[in-house]
C-alpha cells in the first residue's frame, strides 16, 4: 500500500512570497490533515478535511494561509505571502474516516522563508 | 497550544537499556497515543492506548495510562541504535475526537 505522499520535500523561498505544497493521502481515507512543525517543537493541527469538506481550520491563518481538497482526492496548502516565522515541516496525515483511528504520515515539506 | 508535554526532553542510553518517557496532559481525554519521528522524516504510529485502559504492550513497548494524574508513560525495553528518534504522545480532545494535539517530544540516542 502506498503512502502518504508529499510534495516538493524542500522549499527555500524569501519572505513575502508565495508558496504552495501537495499532498497525495492513501487511497481510501476520507480525512486528510494539515500539520505545521516548528523545529523542536510536536506537530499542530493547521486544517481537517473530510472529503472535500473542512472539519476544522481553527489555528489556520487564513489571513496567509489556504488551503482545498477540491475532489476529496489531494490537497493543496498555500501560504501567501510567506513570512520567516513560516519556517517550518509542513506535514500531511490521512486517515480513513478520522474517528480516533491512526494517522498516518507523509515524510513532510521543509519550508525556509529567508 | 500544547496538550502533552513529555518529560525528559532528551534522554540517552546504551543498547539493550530501558528507556521511559513521561506525558502529561491537560484537559480530559478518550485516547492518547504515542508516535515516533526519526530525523528529517515523518511520524509514525506506535501504539493507542484508550482513557479506560490502564497498561497496553505492543513488542517491544509498554504504554501506561493514569486518567487521574492525566500522565502516560512509554516504555521501550531492550533499546536498540534503531529506536533513536523524537517520541510524541498525541490526545485527542473529549469535545473533539478527530482532533489530535501533540506534545512537545521526546529526543532519544541510543549508542550502540
Known amino acids: 500500500e502506498a503512502g502518504v505522499a508529499q510534495s516538493p520535500r524542500y522549499k527555500i523561498i524569501e519572505k513575502r512570497q508565495s508558496v504552495a505544497f501537495w499532498c497525495n493521502p492513501i487511497s481510501g481515507h476520507a480525512t486528510l490533515y494539515w500539520y505545521q512543525q516548528i523545529l523542536g517543537q510536536g506537530p499542530k493541527l493547521l486544517i481537517q478535511f473530510q472529503n472535500n469538506g473542512v472539519v476544522d481550520d481553527s489555528q489556520l491563518p487564513k489571513d496567509r494561509f489556504s488551503a482545498e481538497r477540491l475532489k476529496g482526492v489531494d490537497s493543496t496548502l498555500k501560504i501567501q505571502p510567506a513570512k520567516l516565522e513560516d519556517s517550518a515541516v509542513y506535514l500531511c496525515a490521512s486517515s480513513y474516516s478520522g474517528k480516533q483511528e491512526t494517522q498516518y504520515f507523509g515524510p513532510g515539506t521543509r519550508l525556509l522563508v529567508l | 497550544s500544547q496538550q502533552g508535554e513529555e518529560d525528559p526532553q532528551a534522554l540517552s542510553i546504551q543498547e539493550g537499556e530501558n528507556a521511559t518517557m513521561n506525558c502529561s496532559y491537560k484537559t480530559s481525554i478518550n485516547n492518547l497515543q504515542w508516535y515516533r519521528q526519526n530525523s528529517g522524516r515523518g511520524l509514525v504510529h506506535l501504539i493507542l492506548i484508550r482513557s479506560n485502559e490502564r497498561e497496553k504492550h505492543s513488542g517491544r513497548l509498554r504504554v501506561t495510562l493514569d486518567t487521574s494524574k492525566k500522565s502516560s508513560s512509554l516504555l521501550i525495553t531492550a533499546s536498540r541504535a534503531a529506536d533513536t528518534a523524537s517520541y510524541f504522545c498525541?490526545?485527542?480532545?473529549?469535545?473533539?475526537?478527530?482532533?489530535?494535539?501533540f506534545g512537545t517530544g521526546t529526543r532519544l540516542q541510543v549508542f550502540p
Open positions: 498525541a490526545t485527542d480532545t473529549f469535545y473533539n475526537t478527530d482532533k489530535l494535539i
